[in-house]
């Protein structure tokens, strides 16, 4: 079974913010394939499983926000028995351009205070990753208010476009693997 998790804050205020592109791109994929979110207590999480072209999937959207993300995951891989080359984490990167997209293999945090979560519950850094670029428009400091604002009408579009392209190579790494996600979606070009 493949396990992907969208990183996002829960609630109506966090809906269509920056920080919740990686939910939003899990839900993207979840309509998709005409899969439905149910609210799992146990795993903290809004859950949906089901099967993408053949493969046993279960997407998660953590419910304890952010900074917390991890609790939510590891409660998902122990009890589930789910190999972490078998778990995918999407989320937002101010670091990538708003459009931009970039799957990993492994690595550090990034400075993403969820994805350091996982990293910290998980106690491994190599768990695949979909980053998708938000765009910090040259700001230093404190990103706060950058990621949890929403997303600008005339960037609609883009975000439109990298949720698309989101759910496709998350369908990728699904069906073939790291590699082909990597060699699909590792691009300069923004959506």
Request: net charge positive; aromatic share 4%.
């Given at each position: 079974?493949?396990?992907?998790?969208?990183?996002?804050?829960?609630?109506?205020?966090?809906?269509?913010?920056?920080?919740?592109?990686?939910?939003?791109?899990?839900?993207?994929?979840?309509?998709?394939?005409?899969?439905?979110?149910?609210?799992?207590?146990?795993?903290?999480?809004?859950?949906?499983?089901?099967?993408?072209?053949?493969?046993?999937?279960?997407?998660?959207?953590?419910?304890?926000?952010?900074?917390?993300s991890g609790e939510a995951v590891?409660?998902?891989?122990?009890?589930?028995?789910?190999?972490?080359?078998?778990?995918?984490?999407?989320?937002?990167?101010?670091?990538?351009?708003?459009?931009?997209?970039?799957?990993?293999?492994?690595?550090?945090?990034?400075?993403?205070?969820?994805?350091?979560?996982?990293?910290?519950?998980?106690?491994?850094?190599?768990?695949?990753?979909?980053?998708?670029?938000?765009?910090?428009?040259?700001?230093?400091?404190?990103?706060?208010?950058?990621?949890?604002?929403?997303?600008?009408?005339?960037?609609?579009?883009?975000?439109?476009?990298?949720?698309?392209?989101?759910?496709?190579?998350?369908?990728?790494?699904i069906l073939e693997g790291m590699?082909?996600?990597?060699?699909?979606?590792?691009?300069k070009t923004k959506c």
């Amino acid at each position: 079974m493949k396990l992907i998790i969208g990183l996002g804050n829960p609630g109506v205020s966090y809906k269509a913010t920056r920080h919740n592109a990686g939910a939003m791109a899990v839900e993207r994929l979840a309509k998709k394939e005409k899969l439905v979110f149910k609210l799992d207590r146990s795993f903290k999480s809004y859950i949906a499983s089901g099967k993408i072209s053949g493969e046993s999937v279960c997407l998660a959207l953590p419910q304890t926000f952010m900074n917390l993300s991890g609790e939510a995951v590891e409660a998902l891989v122990k009890k589930r028995r789910i190999d972490y080359q078998d778990v995918l984490v999407v989320y937002d990167d101010v670091n990538l351009l708003l459009g931009q997209i970039k799957a990993k293999p492994k690595g550090s945090d990034g400075g993403h205070h969820g994805l350091a979560s996982v990293i910290e519950k998980l106690g491994v850094n190599d768990i695949p990753r979909l980053r998708l670029g938000i765009g910090c428009q040259g700001l230093r400091g404190d990103l706060t208010g950058h990621v949890l604002s929403k997303f600008e009408k005339g960037e609609t579009d883009i975000i439109e476009g990298i949720l698309d392209k989101a759910s496709e190579a998350m369908k990728t790494w699904i069906l073939e693997g790291m590699d082909k996600c990597m060699n699909a979606c590792n691009t300069k070009t923004k959506c």
